[in-house]
């Protein structure tokens, strides 16, 4: 469904990252996991297409998207939810949701699926004609996700509290197997490993291991160095 290959990418004199590739399965969560720095959300950036890498390729379903303007490669499915969220804050939670369908055509196709975004999320429904920016911080990044072929998030977990951290991520669950697949960027590592099938780690812009996601989680060197023991 996605493969990233060789990707370099440069802020300036800054090598950001450094000749990384992954691959992401239809129907799969992989997750890349690394601390501040690692260069993960820089990653997402590229593929999303608001960073060009200075070499390297990014194919979306067969379809080599590398440099592709960012609204096209959402408008073909490709979604990302940024770090923070970033709802639209003057504007109510059914405007928001009409505003992630600026591109889309199929009226009914919109409505079905915000009908399935209100059933993932009730509490949405509850505030559909609320001002999202009076959203407490769970609500704006239930908001934020919708259900597009396959979601980039960019830690979702930032700032919530435990009890909504768990729900989020059995929110990401239930939408992949639902049908959307995912690639999850996250610090909270253990929340990360538990509900994805593979995994990258991250290191000062390069992949240092990888795996299917059980494996990295028994993983001594990974347990000491994200998993706090």
């Known amino acids: 469904m996605l493969e990233v290959k060789d990707l370099e990418v440069y802020y300036g004199a800054i090598h950001a990252v450094k000749g990384i590739s992954l691959r992401v399965e239809d129907g799969q969560i992989v997750t890349l996991i690394g601390s501040n ?9 590229t593929i999303s297409g608001l960073i060009k890498p200075r070499s390297g390729n990014i194919l979306f379903d067969g ?3 590398t440099g592709t303007p960012a609204h096209k490669i959402v408008a073909s499915g490709l979604v990302q939810v940024p770090e923070g969220r970033h709802v639209f804050a003057n504007m109510s939670v059914m405007e928001n ?38 959203l407490s911080g769970g609500e704006q990044q239930m908001l934020a996700m919708g259900r597009p072929r396959v979601l980039l ?8 509290a435990p009890l909504l951290v768990k729900e989020i991520f059995s929110i990401i669950k239930t939408i992949n197997e639902e049908g959307t697949t995912v690639l999850l960027v996250e610090q909270n590592a253990n929340m990360a490993l538990s509900i994805a099938d593979y995994a990258y780690v991250l290191e000062t812009g390069r992949i240092t ?3 299917p ?3 990295l989680s028994a993983s001594e060197a ?6 706090g023991g």
Do not use: C, W
């Not at 720095?37 to 950036?45: D, N, R, V």
């Open 37 to 45: 720095g690692a260069g993960k959300s820089t990653t997402l950036h």
């Open 63 to 65: 379809t080599d998207i």
């Open 97 to 134: 949701l009409d505003m992630g369908a600026y591109l889309r055509k199929d009226k009914d196709g919109i409505e079905k699926d915000k009908k399935k975004v209100f059933e993932l999320f009730p509490r949405l429904f509850e505030r559909k004609n609320q001002l999202s920016g009076t």
């Open 153 to 160: 998030l960019d830690e979702p977990s930032m700032g919530l």
């Open 209 to 211: 291991l990888s795996g």
């Open 213 to 215: 996601a059980a494996d």
């Open 222 to 227: 990974v347990r000491k160095a994200y998993l």
